[in-house]
């Protein structure tokens, strides 16, 4: 509530930050490009709250109120009440035990889960690069508040609705707000007057995904002001019911239903005979309480608390018992391949020119093309940049002599990343990317049965090609046109073996695997294969 009077006392709606001048938005955040100050961070803090949807705290009464929400045992309560003024206190308190052990089990396994899972959360941190007191630090996203100033790199989620200052070919993947699977270029120039959500190019929002290029960005909106923010608080706390729990819920009802039928039918007969009504009513009731199945909480509850502990042992957690039933009736699992299927650790396996003869050229090339410094070398955020400067080969190769001018970051639409660098031999455009998309602007593409045979190992495989360009002082995705191909960095990320018995296993449950992966289809076949993995055809995502 503060955040969102704090935004909407200054203007601060989705639109007027959109559409408004960046010198306006600065202005009504009472911020500079230079950021907050500490004091004034903490005093923003202090007002609007942290930057967070929700706090992970449980409440016993709320794991409780779950438990007492339970048909069957709602309809036990009833006939445990009906017994006991029927005279039968025995029955009334077996009943009851069963009641209280039925709820007890689920209630201390849902309640350490709920602390299991809040510890968890406490434990997890998520930081963003904000400028303060002058310069960039490492925050907690917690601590953002608006008109910090943060940077926005490739792969990082944007911590909170933000207006762009700078980009250098930015890119956001939006689906969780728009539903476009593509994503969407961002520019620092003001949209047009009263935008809607996807056409605000120069807004970035909590929760989307930096696909491609960087930026520096100011926080207008923060937590619950945020667009996710008010989805989430949309959503609520709710949770939808599991199958398992509809199916209790009807069988109850189907029981209740019964009861008070055969209850009716009973009384009338008895009556038309001519029996005695207290006699009549008792008897009507002592059949209701005998068909209910007192026993049926406490074996339900009992056997999902017996799953819950079997899990625990194998690090699983369970935060509701009802779900563990759901998770027993898979039939589809979806996993990714890196990282899951295989190792995950990228390495350098050899750098080629296109008739797959050793080439440091290529190796040259690839090097400069990176987003490392190739005076000083150092590590890359990118998995395979970093594998070719970790290299044996990458930390010989010496790189020095050259000045890179200007670069244009990988992109998943180019699927490609260029560099112009001023080398010994001139001015020079090198272009590195996937193969199918580098070869495409390639001139005089040679025979390349290499690649195919590249693929067919399993290999990852990066084209470089590069062209004279002494006219160019600066570069854009246009002037990735009329290259030669040098040739091939060849990478290996070598299928995990533990997950050939998981395979096995799960093929042996029935349940069904299906790997996503947005890696070469012949890659991702020859990795399923090795592990045992039928295929049965390839999607690609064109």
């Known amino acids: ?59 016993a009464w709320a794991v409780l109120r779950r438990q007492l929400n339970n048909a069957v045992l709602i309809l036990l309560a009833v006939t445990a009440v009906m017994s006991f ?33 809040a510890a968890l959360h406490s434990r997890v941190r998520h930081t963003a690069l904000a400028r303060r007191d002058g310069r ?3 925050l907690d996203v917690n601590a953002l508040v608006p008109g910090d100033v943060i940077q926005l790199t490739l792969g990082e989620l944007v911590p909170a609705d933000v207006r762009l200052i700078t980009v250098n070919g930015l890119e956001c993947n939006e689906s969780i707000l728009t539903g476009e699977s593509t994503a969407t270029e961002k520019s620092a120039t003001p949209a047009p007057e009263g935008p809607d959500l996807a056409d605000a190019e120069d807004l970035a929002f909590m929760g989307t995904v930096v696909s491609a290029g960087d930026a520096t960005a100011v926080v207008f909106a923060t937590g619950l002001s945020a667009q996710f923010g008010k989805i989430a608080a949309g959503l609520g706390e709710r949770q939808p019911e599991t199958d398992f729990q509809v199916g209790l819920r009807r ?21 038309l005979l001519r029996r005695p009504v207290i006699d009549s009513v008792l008897f009507a009731l002592a059949i209701a309480v005998g068909i209910t199945p007192q026993l049926l909480p406490a074996v339900v509850s009992t056997s999902l608390a017996t799953g819950s502990r079997r899990l625990a042992k194998l690090k699983v957690l369970v935060k509701r018992l009802v779900c563990i039933e759901d998770l027993g009736d898979i039939d589809i699992l979806i996993t990714d391949k890196t990282g899951t299927l295989t190792e995950g650790r990228i390495t350098l396996v050899e750098a080629i020119d296109p008739s797959g003869a050793p080439s440091e050229r290529v190796l040259r090339a690839g090097l400069l093309a990176t987003d490392v410094d190739p005076n000083v070398g150092g590590t890359s955020a990118n998995e395979m940049d970093a594998a070719l400067w970790d290299s044996d080969a990458g930390r010989r190769m010496v790189t020095a002599g050259a000045h890179r001018m200007a670069e244009l970051p990988f992109d998943h639409q180019r699927r490609a990343c260029s560099a112009l660098v001023d080398d010994t031999h001139g001015r020079v455009l090198i272009v590195k990317g996937a193969p199918e998309q580098v070869i495409e602007h390639c001139v005089e593409v040679p025979e390349i049965s290499v690649l195919d045979r590249l693929f067919a190992d399993g290999r990852r495989v990066v084209a470089v090609a590069s062209r004279p360009a002494p006219e160019l002082t600066a570069i854009d995705p246009a002037d990735e046109t009329g290259l030669r191909l040098d040739g091939f960095l060849v990478f290996a990320d070598p299928p995990k073996q533990a997950a050939r018995a998981s395979l096995a296993e799960l093929a042996g449950l029935g349940i069904e695997v299906k790997v996503a992966t947005g890696d070469n289809a012949t890659v991702a076949e020859k990795v399923c294969t090795d592990l045992g993995l039928t295929t049965r055809g390839i999607v690609t995502g064109a």
Do not use: C, W
């Open 1 to 59: 509530g503060a955040v969102t009077a704090i935004a909407d006392d200054r203007g601060l709606t989705v639109s007027a930050v959109a559409a408004a001048p960046l010198a306006d938005v600065l202005g009504r955040l009472e911020t500079t490009a230079d950021g907050l100050t500490s004091a004034q961070a903490a005093a923003r803090l202090a007002g609007v709250g942290p930057n967070s949807l929700r706090t992970h705290q449980v409440s």
């Open 85 to 117: 003024f029927l005279g039968d206190a025995t029955q009334a308190i077996i009943i009851g035990i069963i009641l209280v052990v039925s709820i007890g089990l689920g209630f201390l396994n849902e309640y350490r889960a709920e602390r299991a899972s």
């Open 136 to 138: 960039y630090v490492k």
């Open 251 to 271: 069988f109850s009802y189907l029981l209740l239903q019964v009861a008070m039928t055969l209850t009716v039918l009973i009384l009338v007969t008895n009556l």
